[in-house]
Structures are given as C-alpha cells and as structure tokens.
C-alpha cells in the first residue's frame, strides 16, 4: 500500500481551476446508522441509513478578477466540486460531487499574516468517488478521446453513473462536445453514448448521470473540438458508479483500495 505526500492537488470549482490557491483540503462521508434494536435484543444493533458528504477548503485570499477565489465564490451557493488528490492526470482517482456552500469565510487572518480565506460545503445527491477520463494538464486543440477506463459489472440496475466536466478554458467562436461511451470491448468497435454534455462554446461546468442497467465495462470520453482555425480547449472529465462493486481502474490496471474519508493539507515547511 502506497502513502502520500500531497503535494498537487487540483481542484476545480464550476468552470475555474482553483488549485494553486488553495492549501488544506477536507471531505467527509457519513452515512448514518438508524437503530433497529428490538425486545429481546441483549446489544443495540443498525442498519446503515441515509448518505451524506461534507467537505471544506481553505487557502490563500485573491480578489484580483475574474476566475481568483472571491470571485468565484462570494455569492455562489451551488457548486459542482472535482478535488483530485494525486496529480489529476487522467487514471487517477477524483472526488466529485454537487454541493451547496453551506459557509465562506470571506477573509481571514490578523496583522502581518498571509490573508486567508475558507468555505465549505454539504453534498447534495450522490458523492461519487470516480476516475478521470480527460485531465486539464494541457489545452486541446483537436477532436480525440480520453483514457479507457474498466468498471468491473457495468452499472447494475439499482446503480447510477455521474459524470462532471469542468471547462476552464475556451478559444472564442469555437466549439466542444463531450460524449461518454461504453462498450463490452476494450477496442470500443461498437461504443454507445451514455452521457452528452450540452455543447460547450466557452469555460462552463457541467453535471449529468445515466441509470443502469448498462453492462458494459469499459467507458471513456469522446470529444469533438471544432471552430475555424485555432481552436483551444482546458477541460477535465471525471466518471464514476455508485456502489460499484470495484472501483473504476484504466483498463491495464491494477485494483487499489477504495477511500471513504480523506484530509489534505499542503506540506509544511519549519524554519529555525
């Protein structure tokens, strides 16, 4: 088992790339334990309940235009949230969900300290632990698809598939279309469009979900980058199932554990 220093950590807000101000990162999944003790019962026991996930953010204090933290979160209470704990490259494991800002600090520190901020949040629906399909690491200029990612049984009948895409960046006058696929086939010789993103013409973030039964196991993103010459695109797209039975791995992968409950924070570093 693998540890980790966090030490680039992407996090997307709606259509902005707030990672490089922020500094402590928390998200918590519960779900609750509802007593179903009865007469005749010597210890208390439960069932598991309703789901929910909180999560909090802070960092360094930026009002300095469009797309810096107090501009994109003073005054915006819904939010579509991907925090990706790794490095964000396409493969690696996001954390994504849709959330209300249940609190924003809007400034915060005393004289002489660097000015802070923070806000958190409460998960509204799912909290989806899923994959990257496409990362944002560098702007596209040319119609392809993402990573093939493998989803052990599809999306069993009772299970529901979510999808969020972040467009940070977009050349003007041009277009982007994402599909999510799948097929039963590594090769994708007869891939099916299970999500399709409204066709984005500028920076936007979206959300959108497929119910199963799908039994296909292999999924990724198709897109189509089109426009009259300099076309130019910053997106990340992430997928995942709920209650899957294994997490979603590239499709040469290997399993790794699933994480319920993480806590980032920048390195810190001391001196004399």
């Known amino acids: 088992m693998a540890t980790r220093v966090l030490d680039n950590v992407k996090f997307y807000v709606d259509e902005f790339d707030l990672s490089t101000d922020m500094n402590q990162h928390t998200i918590s999944a519960n779900v609750d334990a509802v007593e179903n003790t009865t007469f005749g019962s010597s210890s208390r026991t439960y069932l598991p309940g ?20 107090d501009d994109v979160l003073f005054g915006n209470q819904n939010l579509i949230v991907t925090v990706a704990p790794e490095t964000g490259t396409a493969g690696e494991v996001a954390y994504i969900t849709q959330s209300v800002k249940s609190d ?17 949040g409460q998960g509204t629906g799912q909290h989806v632990r899923a994959a990257i399909l496409v990362d944002a690491g560098t702007a596209l200029t040319s119609s392809s698809t993402g990573s093939v990612l493998f989803a052990p049984g599809g ?30 086939t590594v090769g994708f010789g007869s891939a099916a469009s299970q999500i399709t993103f409204t066709q984005a013409t500028g920076v936007t973030s979206q959300w959108a979900t497929v119910a199963g039964a799908v039994t296909d196991t292999f999924w990724r993103a198709d897109y189509t980058i089109a426009g009259d010459g300099g076309e130019s695109f910053l997106f990340i797209v992430s997928f995942g199932i709920t209650a899957a039975s ?14 319920f409950s993480l806590a980032m924070t920048a390195p810190q570093v001391t001196t004399p």
Do not use: Q
Request: charge should be negative.
């Open 246 to 259: 294994a997490p979603l791995l590239l499709a040469s992968a290997t399993p790794t554990p699933a994480a």
């Open 50 to 69: 309703l789901m929910s996930v909180t999560h909090s953010h802070s960092g360094f204090f930026d009002s300095d235009g469009t797309g810096e933290p």
């Open 155 to 184: 999306i069993a009948a009772n299970e529901m598939g979510y999808a969020a895409l972040h467009v940070v960046s977009a050349s003007a006058g041009d277009t982007l279309d994402v599909v999510i696929e799948s097929d039963s």
């Open 104 to 120: 924003n600090t809007v400034l915060e520190g005393s004289v002489g300290d660097m000015a802070g901020f923070a806000f958190s």
